[in-house]
């Protein structure tokens, strides 16, 4: 059914400005042969912005195609590069925000680890909320405590002086909803805080990253159209800035009614410049691909989202791309949700003779230099 109001806001001023058919609904699920990566479900991406909040949307994502489970893997964490991004986190909940003696609660916790590292390093309790977990109900002497499920408005009994959810709510076609159910968790928990990081869709439009809008990312928004979202739920924003080199947005909010406020103009703008130079930017990929190809071997340097669209957007029949490289071991041996690349790991990059690898994000260029240089691997890296 076509969407005729904004999810966030309700208005009605909506523009279409990206449209792809029968894309892969999932970029992080493990597959584990290439007869399996080409059968993935697959859905239509019509993304979608609203001039009166700056919301960015999916009008065609249909949840019921989604399932997040076991064989779920998003895990970043391999990566010094984002280890580091990690580190800074921690240190600024536990050393400037005072997350220390706390009740934390992380919603989308994945399989815990950032939260373990949050209650060891902070002397707190935790409690993770995923879908997708499989590790045991409790650990630390029962200092950490997991449920296998979504986090929502029958958890009040749960206590919660902190509640964090990072890269979840751009999973969420309903924000509002997932924000108010937070809400009623907290309950009359008035000193309770809330912090949320996102990709940020202004720095999206604004690079031309033709690969940063898939099917699972329903959601999208700027520093404003999160602000307003956190409004409406019933918080009150605290602060909100830009993170790991302004890929990310950081949110924090405290449960208290503050007055919405709606500013849309910027991101229509950026989405309709990006919509003018989408094709030209997906040709200048191919063409790019394509000269590479004919110098030798060519990889993509993450199979993440990012990496897995752009090999389906790019290479969908396998013809110029050999592989995608991760440093995430459960990802190595697996193939590309779409198109059935073949997953592997850096050092594998020598034995296939790759003589390019591009880089799916430059924040990881060091990193990966580093890796290629120890490794006496001569693969050329390419932005």
Same mark, same amino acid.
């Given at each position: 059914?076509?969407?005729?109001?904004?999810?966030?806001?309700?208005?009605?001023?909506?523009?279409? !400005?990206?449209?792809?058919?029968?894309?892969?609904?999932?970029?992080? $699920?493990?597959?584990?042969?290439?007869?399996? %990566?080409?059968?993935?479900?697959?859905?239509?991406?019509?993304?979608?912005?609203?001039?009166?909040? =700056?919301?960015?949307?999916?009008?065609? !994502?249909?949840?019921? $195609?989604?399932?997040?489970?076991?064989?779920?893997?998003?895990?970043?964490?391999?990566?010094?590069?984002?280890?580091?991004?990690?580190?800074?986190?921690?240190?600024?909940?536990?050393?400037?925000?005072?997350?220390?003696?706390?009740?934390?609660?992380?919603?989308?916790?994945?399989? =815990?680890? !950032?939260?373990?590292?949050?209650?060891?390093?902070?002397?707190?309790?935790?409690?993770?909320?995923?879908?997708?977990?499989?590790?045991?109900?409790?650990?630390?002497?029962?200092?950490?405590?997991?449920?296998?499920?979504?986090?929502?408005?029958?958890?009040? %009994?749960?206590?919660?002086?902190?509640?964090?959810?990072?890269?979840? /709510?751009?999973?969420?076609?309903?924000?509002?909803?997932? $924000?108010?159910?937070?809400?009623?968790?907290?309950?009359?928990?008035?000193?309770?805080?809330?912090?949320?990081?996102?990709?940020?869709?202004?720095? /999206?439009?604004?690079?031309?990253?033709?690969?940063d809008f898939f099917y699972e990312h329903c959601s999208l928004f700027t520093a404003s159209s999160l602000s307003t979202a956190v409004q409406l739920a019933g918080f009150r924003v605290d602060e909100v800035k830009h993170i790991f080199g302004d890929q990310?947005?950081?949110?924090?909010?405290?449960?208290?009614?503050?007055?919405?406020n709606l500013d849309g103009a910027r991101v229509s703008e950026l989405a309709v410049t990006f919509s003018k130079r989408e094709t030209a930017l997906f040709k200048y990929w191919q063409d790019r691909i394509s000269q590479l190809a004919e110098d030798g071997?060519?990889?993509?340097?993450?199979?993440?989202?990012?990496?897995?669209?752009?090999?389906?957007? /790019?290479?969908?029949?396998?013809?110029?791309?050999?592989?995608?490289?991760? $440093?995430?071991?459960?990802?190595?041996?697996?193939?590309?949700?779409?198109?059935?690349?073949?997953?592997?790991?850096?050092?594998?990059?020598?034995?296939?003779?790759?003589?390019?690898?591009?880089?799916?994000?430059?924040?990881?260029?060091?990193?990966?230099?580093? @890796?290629?240089?120890?490794?006496?691997?001569?693969?050329?890296? @390419?932005?």
């Amino acid at each position: 059914m076509p969407v005729d109001a904004c999810p966030l806001c309700k208005g009605q001023r909506l523009s279409a !400005f990206l449209h792809r058919p029968s894309v892969p609904v999932h970029q992080n $699920l493990l597959m584990q042969n290439r007869d399996q %990566a080409r059968a993935i479900v697959r859905g239509d991406l019509v993304m979608t912005v609203c001039a009166d909040c =700056g919301f960015v949307f999916n009008a065609a !994502f249909a949840p019921e $195609l989604i399932s997040y489970g076991e064989s779920y893997d998003n895990n970043q964490g391999y990566s010094s590069s984002f280890q580091h991004h990690l580190d800074d986190l921690i240190a600024l909940l536990i050393n400037e925000k005072g997350v220390r003696g706390s009740q934390v609660v992380e919603v989308g916790c994945g399989q =815990g680890q !950032f939260l373990q590292r949050l209650v060891e390093e902070g002397d707190n309790y935790g409690t993770g909320f995923d879908p997708s977990y499989t590790g045991p109900r409790e650990v630390m002497s029962g200092r950490m405590h997991f449920e296998s499920r979504y986090y929502d408005e029958n958890c009040t %009994a749960v206590p919660a002086d902190v509640v964090i959810c990072r890269h979840v /709510i751009e999973h969420v076609p309903d924000p509002v909803g997932l $924000l108010k159910s937070v809400r009623s968790a907290i309950g009359t928990r008035a000193n309770a805080k809330v912090f949320f990081e996102t990709p940020c869709v202004e720095w /999206i439009l604004k690079n031309g990253v033709v690969w940063d809008f898939f099917y699972e990312h329903c959601s999208l928004f700027t520093a404003s159209s999160l602000s307003t979202a956190v409004q409406l739920a019933g918080f009150r924003v605290d602060e909100v800035k830009h993170i790991f080199g302004d890929q990310y947005l950081w949110l924090e909010a405290s449960p208290i009614d503050s007055q919405v406020n709606l500013d849309g103009a910027r991101v229509s703008e950026l989405a309709v410049t990006f919509s003018k130079r989408e094709t030209a930017l997906f040709k200048y990929w191919q063409d790019r691909i394509s000269q590479l190809a004919e110098d030798g071997r060519v990889a993509l340097w993450g199979a993440g989202a990012k990496g897995a669209t752009f090999a389906n957007l /790019i290479d969908p029949q396998c013809e110029l791309i050999d592989c995608l490289v991760d $440093l995430n071991p459960n990802k190595q041996g697996k193939y590309v949700a779409g198109t059935g690349h073949a997953i592997v790991g850096p050092l594998q990059l020598g034995e296939r003779r790759v003589t390019h690898a591009v880089l799916m994000n430059p924040n990881y260029r060091q990193e990966n230099e580093t @890796i290629l240089k120890h490794a006496g691997i001569a693969t050329n890296l @390419i932005e």
